[in-house]
């Protein structure tokens, strides 16, 4: 092969990369911003250095209200003084207007602020590349039944 040809080669190769990439550039829609409230209605004992949670998420704080989904992940208590933890978990909608599509939420803080923030990394579904932050407030608590009310607000802005 001359040299010639192979310099075509990679001058060619260099315009296939640069076309593919500005097709992607150019697709620049803007993008909505989506806020909810939803309310995650937590069974499980927040005192271990490893929870796995599958709440239920629900539109009111009743747990007859609406359902909006599931909160599934893990939190674990990273900080050595016991304070921060690690959440990592998904939104899992399936009501009418969500249904299928996820939220991926992740953070580390200190687990006993009245509000604790994490961010939204990403998503699928209606809210592909969905970035933003949604925060926890514990809105009720009983221990003797493990049971804890948390309202969630979400802040996201995606496609
Ligand atoms: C969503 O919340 C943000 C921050 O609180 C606010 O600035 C924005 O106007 C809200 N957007 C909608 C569509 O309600
Ligand atoms: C959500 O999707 C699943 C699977 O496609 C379906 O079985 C279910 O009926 C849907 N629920 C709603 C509320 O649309
Ligand atoms: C969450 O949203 C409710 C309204 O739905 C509001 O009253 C509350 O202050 C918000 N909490 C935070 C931490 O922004």
Redesign the pocket.
Known sequence: MSNCSKRFQVVSAIFMVLFSVVPAMADDEVMKQTNM?VFFQDYSADFGTFVMTDDLVTEGPELTSAVVGRGQGISITTGLDGINAYVSFSLVFTNDAYNGSTLQVQGNGNRFLA?R?YSVVSGTGKFRYARGYL?F?THFSDPSTFYTLF???VTIRHY
Request: proline residues 0%; charged residues 40%.
């Open positions: 409230t509000v923030e925060t407030e309202r969630v607000n």
